[in-house]
């Protein structure tokens, strides 16, 4: 139908090249539980990494064959979709995968984004929970109500969630403050990097023609 919304992002590639990237976005994802991309790659890889574990959770034999057709590399990550996967999020209904806007990493600063598996052993929220807990124990101030939110946000479904979240607080809170302030300062990165002339070569005249 003409004037019709669009449905999904093409991401600038024809239908072929759109799945292969996809393809090779979501193994990384699954391989790695934590990838750095685009922003719109990573909300069209977020969509198709659902859908991949609900079928790990189905766990029946149509949907290991549609897991079978979606990887390039079936037998290294079918077994951890269906096993490790499955298991992690049996409880939880939804939202397997969270998209996390940062700085531009490419040099046409292009919105950029970290695609990661929740409750995972490189959750991102999860460990700057852990480390906000750590800094209010420091300075003796009361739990707000957004770190508590977020408190219940990351233990909610994570098996031993309380426990993993404790032990994590007290190595922050082993951590010097100093050092810890000194490794997390963000480095300059210079995006267009400037070269100086060569003193040794002219500069090139201009060149007028008649039109």
Do not use: C
């Not at 079978?68 to 397997?96: C, H, M, N, S, T």
């Not at 040099?107 to 480390?131: C, H, N, Y």
């Amino acid at each position: 139908m003409a004037g019709g919304a669009v449905k999904y992002r093409h991401l600038s590639r024809n239908s072929a090249h759109r799945q292969a990237l996809l393809r090779n976005l979501i193994e990384s994802l699954i391989e790695h539980e934590s990838i750095r991309t685009t922003w719109h790659k990573a909300k069209e890889t977020q969509r198709l990494a659902e859908k991949v574990i609900t079928l790990g959770k189905k766990n029946t034999e149509a949907s290991r064959r549609r897991a079978w057709q979606i990887f390039y590399r079936p037998a290294l990550l079918v077994p951890k979709v269906f096993g490790e996967l499955r298991e992690r999020y049996a409880d939880r209904p939804g939202g397997y995968t969270r998209v996390l806007r940062i700085e531009p990493i490419k040099e046409d600063q292009a919105a950029s984004a970290i695609l990661e598996l929740v409750d995972g052993p490189k959750d991102m929220r999860f460990a700057m929970t852990a480390k906000t807990l750590a800094h209010q124990r420091r300075e003796g101030k009361p739990i707000n109500e957004i770190t508590q939110q977020n408190l219940t946000k990351v233990t909610r479904f994570r098996k031993d969630g309380a426990g993993e979240l404790e032990e994590l607080v007290k190595k922050f809170e082993a951590l010097d403050p100093q050092e810890e302030a000194a490794a997390e300062r963000p480095q300059q990165k210079q995006v267009y990097p400037h070269t100086d002339p060569d003193p040794t070569k002219k500069p090139k005249k201009a060149r007028w023609t008649k039109n």
